[in-house]
């Protein structure tokens, strides 16, 4: 692994427990029947959505790492395959965060646009990570070939 995916493993790792955190709250907001949320259904859903989309693009992007620097891709691209996942992890959550700050919120603000620059860096960075994982695996079995040879 290489010293940049090790020392974004490392900050991912060290931020996770403000995940952890974020789902203690949300059981505080439930258990205290906290104004503002207990009877928002619209600030419940998008709040459990945003935990939930955080906590998953975390761990997506600790797997992908593992294969960032086996793929074939330039150093630009291989940047995008790096910290794509990242990037969606912060903007997705804070679409669903931001947009209903308002414990009146009937409907999601702006913010919520967020949400959709996010999925474009994490589609981004998977069809990349993809690509080059298929390249290597097509370089490797040509090697394999010519060396039969």
Same mark, same amino acid.
């Given at each position: 692994?290489? =010293? $940049?995916? =090790?020392?974004?493993?490392?900050?991912?790792?060290?931020?996770?427990? !403000? +995940?952890?955190?974020? @789902?203690?709250? /949300? &059981?505080?907001?439930? !258990?205290? #029947? $906290?104004?503002?949320? +207990?009877? #928002?259904? /619209?600030?419940?859903?998008?709040? =459990?959505?945003?935990?939930?989309?955080?906590?998953?693009?975390?761990?997506?992007?600790? +797997?992908m790492l593992r294969y960032v620097d086996e793929a074939i891709l330039s150093p630009?691209?291989?940047? &995008?395959?790096? /910290?794509?996942?990242?990037?969606?992890?912060? /903007?997705?959550?804070a679409a669903f965060f931001l947009s209903v700050v308002s414990p009146q919120a009937? $409907?999601?603000?702006? &913010?919520? #646009?967020?949400?959709?620059?996010?999925?474009?860096?994490?589609?981004?960075?998977?069809? !990349?990570? @993809?690509?080059?994982? +298929? =390249?290597a695996a097509r370089a490797s079995r040509t090697q394999i070939e010519e060396s039969? !040879?």
């Open positions: 692994m290489s =010293r $940049e995916s =090790r020392m974004l493993a490392g900050v991912l790792l060290i931020v996770l427990p !403000t +995940v952890m955190f974020g @789902g203690i709250s /949300l &059981l505080k907001f439930l !258990t205290s #029947n $906290e104004p503002g949320y +207990v009877d #928002n259904p /619209l600030r419940q859903d998008l709040f =459990r959505a945003g935990h939930a989309h955080a906590g998953v693009y975390l761990v997506l992007s600790l +797997v630009f691209w291989k940047w &995008l395959a790096r /910290l794509g996942a990242p990037i969606a992890a912060i /903007l997705i959550p009937r $409907e999601p603000n702006g &913010l919520i #646009n967020l949400a959709y620059i996010g999925a474009v860096f994490l589609a981004s960075a998977v069809l !990349t990570l @993809g690509v080059g994982l +298929v =390249r039969a !040879t």
